[in-house]
Nanobody, 125 residues
Framework: QVQLVESGGGLVQTGGSLRVSCAAS????????MAWFRQAPGKEREFVAG????????YYADSVKGRFTISRDSTKKTLSLQMNSLKPEDTAVYYC??????????????????WGQGTQVTVSS
């Protein structure tokens, strides 16, 4: 059974940093696309950052480019998101996602088959 479990969310002040992680179990995703999405209250889920495959290219939403860094450790089967220079508008529940069989630049949630339960990130002004 595949599971993605996020951790590391919390409360941070504007300008601060936070790192969220996602631990995968049940299978490896080293050849598959993985990504972070977020959903703020009253808003639709949006793409944040993606990893085409392990050690492959990464890509970001314009709103986080230059502030967030996605990375993954295929040995530990973890996906991480380092978030710096956080802003109140980054406040959301952050979700880890993985594709069952595809690899590439996937920005739509429909292209991912597995999802974590989410972790709350709150940035205070």
């Amino acid at each position: 059974q595949v599971q993605l479990v996020e951790s590391g969310g919390g409360l941070v002040q504007t300008g601060g940093s936070l790192r969220v992680s996602c631990a995968a179990s049940g299978r490896t995703f080293s050849s598959n696309a993985m990504a972070w999405f977020r959903q703020a209250p009253g808003k639709e889920r949006e793409f944040v950052a993606g990893s085409t495959w392990s050690d492959g290219p990464t890509y970001y939403a314009d709103s986080v480019k230059g502030r967030f860094t996605i990375s993954r450790d295929s040995t530990k089967k973890t996906l991480s998101l380092q978030m710096n220079s956080l802003k109140p508008e980054d406040t959301a529940v952050y979700y880890c996602a993985a594709s069952r069989s595809g690899s590439g630049y996937f920005r739509s949630g429909h292209e991912y088959d597995f999802w974590g339960q989410g972790t709350q990130v709150t940035v205070s002004s």
